[in-house]
């Protein structure tokens, strides 16, 4: 057997996000988590998948047709704080991290005695900078990108999943290429998508260009077993084939 990629291509994130229900169902792998988010359930997931978004500006958010009886992945409210979390540094006493940290104001820890540790800034914005790079240096150019994970974070217990931000201007337009370990595709892909989608804008708007498309790859999206039955419901599907032969 040879790993199975999967091509999505869509026009909007409404979109992507039912095109890739859609295709989980048919291609996905079952397997029971051994380690990580919800151990010990089952969960559908892509060998590995590319989703083009074209027109992500269209419809940053799934819309939930009227009379369909499931709940909606996220919400424009929610989307826009999540933007707070993904362009300030703030997180609480809990968080080892948030995404926007590693962007706005990323840290190194240094362990101490015991259980104490001490934070060192790498003072870099990395959102300013790639902004910076292209309207100080033009366009041309593969070094724009922006890093999530740091090496320390496999001894994390839950570890970043979105890992990296890279970014072209080609053909007047800003595009992100992203890159998650992992993805949760029922809750977490429409409010990741829909928040990057807003910083995305804002860079665009920055720098001077039209705002382009997003290109998302990961070899672990994947739905959960307690949103199955939703996303049949939502997809029209009377059964899963990924899970057809699986005992």
Known sequence: MSLK?????AFDVDDAWFR???EILDHGYVYTIDRGSYEGQQRLEFDFVTIQITNPSHQI???IPEGVS???PTDMNYVQ???????TDQKTETEDYTYGE????PK????LEGDLYKEIPLEVNQVEEVIKIYKEKGYGTNQAVMEIGMPGDIKLVDPPCLRLIDTRIRYGQLHFILYFRSWDLWGGLPSNLGGLQLVKQYMASEIGVDDGQIIACSKGLHLYDYAWEWAKIRTHKDSIKALEGVK
Not at 108 to 111: A, D, L
């Open 70 to 72: 499931i709940p909606a």
């Open 108 to 111: 190194i820890k240094v362990p």
């Open 102 to 105: 590693r962007l706005v104001d």
């Open 5 to 9: 990629p999967v091509y999505i291509s």
């Open 20 to 22: 890739a229900l859609s």
């Open 81 to 87: 704080s999540y933007l707070t979390y993904l362009l």
């Open 61 to 63: 958010i799934p819309i």
